[in-house]
């Protein structure tokens, strides 16, 4: 969720401090190396017209929430408590929670997978991070590998042989079909397979997205946020169900 203004005022009035135009202590060198130094943004505030104060409100203002996020982050490191009388560890905890609204745009959480493996895992971090960096169409990429993973992870558990080269979809036919979790889906069976077969396409549509509008290739047409936050939260419910089914059976 994105910053409102009155909360971007807060940060540059009320947290930070703003004295003559300027921002806090701010240079404009020092401006410049905040972001990639504290933030891990790469963003040219030299670009803009006006005061740091200036530059600081339109950058944040303009920029994602995964990136808004990461900008507060790094206000909260390079301003931390007590290093002016208005940052007092109230302001400061207000600071981060604000961070954690902005970080908050995924509206569906990752589970810790009860069948998991190590890359499935390193995965699925690169993704939490990649998200709050960089946004979500920067880890549709990783998302793909996670679930790819999860799949043959569970895969592993059946009696059954998969091929090396299996896809997401096939693995999870394999699945359905095999796993004794599925066996038995009680008196709205019916209903419960209407809800899976879109899950079936949300995996079938994993691949296309992954190879042509991520950046796994040098794709020129990326997925949008919105879309790619779709795929995210997609994607998670499919982890969560699964999670979920796999602990029950």
């Not at 203002?61 to 007092?88: C, K, M, N, Y």
């Not at 400061?92 to 499935?120: F, I, M």
Request: hydrophobic share 40%; aromatic share 6%; net charge negative.
């Amino acid at each position: 969720m994105a910053l409102k203004g009155s909360e971007i005022h807060w940060v540059v009035h009320n947290y930070i401090g703003v004295d003559g135009g300027y921002l806090g202590d701010f240079t404009y060198r020092s401006h410049r190396e905040f972001y990639p130094g504290f933030c891990d943004l790469i963003v040219d505030p030299d670009a803009l017209p006006g005061t740091t104060k200036d530059r600081f409100i339109r950058i944040l203002s303009e920029a994602p929430s995964a990136h808004q996020a990461a900008i507060l982050r790094g206000v909260s490191r390079r301003f931390p408590v007590d290093s002016e009388v208005q940052r007092t560890v109230s302001s400061h905890r207000q600071l981060l929670e604000l961070a954690a609204k902005c970080a908050d745009s995924v509206a569906v959480g990752q589970v810790d997978l009860n069948v998991s493996s190590d890359a499935v895992r390193r995965a699925l971090a690169d993704v939490a991070v990649l998200i709050e960096r960089n946004g979500p169409t920067s880890a549709v990429d990783r998302l793909h590998t996670a679930m790819h993973g999860y799949m043959k992870a569970l895969c592993a558990t059946l009696p059954v042989q998969c091929s090396d080269d299996a896809g997401i979809n096939a693995l999870f036919k394999l699945v359905r079909e095999h796993h004794p979790a599925f066996n038995e889906q009680g008196a709205h069976g019916e209903t419960t397979t209407k809800f899976l077969r879109p899950l079936m396409g949300i995996m079938d549509a994993m691949n296309p997205a992954r190879n042509w509008g991520s950046l796994a290739h040098p794709n020129e047409d990326l997925l949008g946020k919105d879309e790619a936050m779709l795929i995210v939260n997609a994607s998670r419910t499919v982890f969560q169900y699964l999670n979920a089914k796999m602990s029950s059976a």
